[in-house]
């Protein structure tokens, strides 16, 4: 049997506050969500989820060559913020470590778009 197909959710998503399915994808791209709102909703998510499930995040990140780095705050996808120091603050957001804390184990981390969106792959622990 296979399973079901991933479903992807945006940030805010009343969906996110009762998932059902085995794999989900939450893009935080375009949002800027505060670290306590970012805490709130990946704890609600283990709570929520089945052990097992495969939780995916889509997220800004900071590329590690500088010129890179300052590219990403003017290219695509933008990054929310009013000003360059707030956007350069939001690529940093260590989501990663973010997931791990909210109880998921992180299984990979991909980098992809010239490293200016990182894709972390965690999967809920449990039986």
Do not use: C, K, Y
């Amino acid at each position: 049997m296979l399973p079901a197909p991933p479903t992807w959710h945006e940030w805010g998503d009343p969906w996110l506050d009762a998932p059902p399915a085995p794999v989900v994808a939450v893009s935080l791209v375009g949002h800027a969500p505060s670290a306590d709102e970012r805490r709130v909703v990946l704890a609600r998510l283990h709570t929520q989820t089945a052990p097992q499930t495969l939780l995916i995040v889509a997220d800004h990140n900071r590329p590690r060559r500088r010129s890179t780095a300052f590219g990403a705050l003017l290219g695509a996808p933008r990054v929310p913020g009013w000003s360059l120091g707030a956007r350069w603050r939001r690529l940093a957001e260590p989501t990663a470590r973010e997931v791990q804390a909210a109880g998921f184990r992180v299984l990979h981390l991909a980098l992809v778009a010239g490293e200016r969106v990182q894709l972390v792959m965690a999967r809920r622990a449990g039986p």
